[in-house]
Structures are given as structure tokens and as C-alpha cells.
């Protein structure tokens, strides 16, 4: 644990670097595109377009619901990602595109294939016709399939199907590939305790979404990064007890650590599987415990050489990495004191 300190706090140090880094020079465009827009990652990504003054447009299912999550001056075209006819709508007079779909909701869950893989790829179609060649795609950390092939989990697949038709395109492509949000820990808190299953590996990458919007805000609006993987990373490598004192002491409260023995995620995973096919309540179910289980198994030689792929990230785009305890103030109501997103 000792060695996942030091490099930690050798990752943090960038901070301090990258301020005094020239910014890289960005192309001057017209409408990006961000598909996935209103999601966990998508709004801090039009956020980071909105900044550098680049118009923006954003297809989503309802006007109305995204109008509460992203800025009014963003252009919304209601449609859905599964028809070629609104993606097509929404790329008139588009330049570049950023892919950042997820369905890893209880509602989407069950269609994950279908919207993950089957639309992008149809809508990525749609933007060759288009004449767009400026990708930026949001897929995962690394593509290591077999792992969640054990769990029923498609996540990895999935995103490998996109990242192989991207491969083979003629398209501009950048592939950005994520570690888990910092969201993973706030979202074990349950009042003081972080009550996490299996306890977690002992020591994880992660990402700020405000980092990742910013990253993919300038890596779509730059030519010089075409048909490259980018792996990124937060500043530090974590434990979730870690975290818990870390949180602690923003809050000024003890935070808990409680680790639930992985037995009973395990046995429950089991349980759900013959009945997750009859209910998207379960299946949904079924695939958070699976995915407690990957988190558990996160391999521990790329969690290692992710403070390499920290120090990339910093040599290649001009921001201030976000620690968890800035981040932890970012979701901190200043009149209520209660967490937000």
C-alpha cells in the first residue's frame, strides 16, 4: 500500500506542472455535436465546448428534461440516437462529433447493446455520410474483456465493437478511455458510512467528469490527436478507506468505511441471474452486482500504470486536474451542505 501512496502523491504534483504549461492550440470550428450530451460525462463536455465560446448542439430524447442540465445557449434537437433520420437531422451543418453515450440507467439497461453498439455505430455511419471526420469517443479505461465476459457484463465488449469500427474508418478518431468516475465513491456514502462490497481494490484510478469534459472539450477541437487511444486518470491512486478519510476530512465529519464481504454481492449475483431476464428492475440489479465484482478484480499492474497515463494526460492538454477533495466541494450544496452531482 506504502508504493500506491508515494505514486499517488507523485501524480498530485502535476497539478503545480500543468499551471504553467502553455495551452495546446485548438482548431477554430463551427457546431460540434455531442451525442450523449445530457449524460454523467456528456453535460461536462458541452460545458467544456460552452467555455471556449464553440457552439454546440445536443440530440436528446426530451427538450424539455435537458434543459435542466445544460446551458440555454446550447442547441437542442429532440430525436432519438436508435433513428437514423433524427441523427442525421442533428449533424446538419455539424463539424465535429464527440461520442459519449452511455444506457447504464434501470430504464436503459436491458437495450445497453443496442444502444451502446447497434446506434452508435449506426449513427458513426450517418456522420461518414455526413462528410464529419473529427470523432472523440468515450469508451472504457482498457479493453480487457475476458474479465467482464465472467460477470455476463457487455460494457467492454461493447465498446470494443465501436472502437474496432472506428479503427477500420477513415474517420479522425480519438479514443478516450475512461476509469471509473470519481462518482464511485461518493455513490457508496450512505450518511457517514461508505459501505462498500468486497471493499474494493486496493487502489483504483478514477476521474473527475468535470476533468473528462475538459479533456474531451479540447481533444475534439484539436487535429493533431487523430487515431490515438488516450487512457485517463485522476492525479492520485485510491483506496476507498482512503477516500473515507479523505472525505472525512472535507466534511468535517467521520466517514465510515464499511467493507461488505464480496460473498454476499456474489451469492446475490447468482441468485438474480435465471431472473433477470423476466424484469429490468433485476437485470439491473444483476448488473450493479456484477459490476462490484469487476471493481474488486480492477487489475492492479494498470492501476499501477495509470500515474503514467496521469502524466500524459498533463503533457497533452492544459487543465487543472481535479483531486477528491476538490471535486468533493464541486458537489457540495453551499446552502445545504448536501452532496450533489
Not at 152 to 174: C, G, M, N, P
Not at 322 to 338: C, D, H, Q, S, V
Request: hydrophobic share 45%; charged share 25%.
Amino acid at each position: 500500500m506504502a508504493r500506491f501512496r508515494v505514486l499517488g502523491r507523485r501524480a498530485a504534483e502535476t497539478q503545480d506542472v500543468r499551471q504553467t504549461r502553455p495551452g495546446p492550440a485548438m482548431t477554430q470550428c463551427g457546431k460540434v455535436l455531442v451525442l450523449g450530451g445530457t449524460g454523467h460525462y456528456g453535460r461536462h463536455i458541452v460545458a467544456g465546448l460552452e467555455a471556449k465560446g464553440v457552439p454546440v448542439r445536443v440530440l436528446t430524447r426530451s427538450a424539455v428534461r435537458a434543459r435542466g442540465s445544460l446551458p440555454r445557449t446550447v442547441e437542442l434537437t429532440e430525436g432519438d440516437l436508435e433513428s437514423r433520420e433524427d441523427v442525421a437531422r442533428a449533424l446538419r451543418d455539424a463539424d465535429r462529433v464527440v461520442v459519449a453515450v452511455s444506457a447504464f440507467t434501470r430504464a436503459q439497461i436491458r437495450t445497453m447493446r443496442a444502444i451502446e453498439r447497434d446506434a452508435v455505430i449506426a449513427a458513426l455511419d450517418e456522420v461518414r455520410v455526413a462528410g464529419i471526420k473529427r470523432v472523440v469517443y468515450v469508451s472504457v479505461f482498457d479493453i480487457r474483456p475476458e474479465i467482464p465476459a465472467r460477470l455476463h457484463l457487455d460494457s467492454a465488449r461493447i465498446k470494443q465493437d465501436v472502437e474496432t469500427y472506428l479503427q477500420s474508418s477513415d474517420f479522425d478518431w480519438t479514443v478516450l478511455g475512461a476509469p471509473p468516475s470519481m462518482e464511485v465513491f461518493f455513490a457508496m456514502m450512505r450518511g457517514d458510512r461508505m459501505v462498500v462490497p468486497g471493499g474494493g481494490p486496493k487502489a483504483v484510478p478514477t476521474i473527475s467528469p468535470v476533468d473528462l469534459g475538459e479533456i474531451a472539450a479540447q481533444a475534439v477541437l484539436r487535429d493533431d490527436l487523430g487515431r490515438r487511444r488516450i487512457r485517463l486518470a485522476g492525479p492520485e491512486l485510491l483506496s476507498f478507506p482512503e477516500a473515507a478519510k479523505r472525505l472525512s476530512a472535507v466534511y468535517g465529519k467521520t466517514i465510515r468505511f464499511t467493507a461488505i464481504p464480496l460473498i454476499l454481492p456474489k451469492v446475490a449475483w447468482y441468485a438474480t441471474w435465471p431472473l433477470a431476464r423476466f424484469s429490468r428492475s433485476l437485470d439491473y440489479v444483476h448488473t450493479i452486482l456484477g459490476f462490484a465484482q469487476l471493481l474488486n478484480a480492477f487489475p492492479q499492474d494498470l492501476a499501477l500504470a495509470s500515474v503514467e497515463d496521469h502524466w500524459n494526460l498533463v503533457r497533452i492538454f492544459s487543465y487543472t486536474p481535479t483531486t477528491l477533495e476538490m471535486e468533493a466541494r464541486r458537489r457540495r450544496n453551499p446552502r445545504t451542505g448536501r452532496l450533489v452531482v
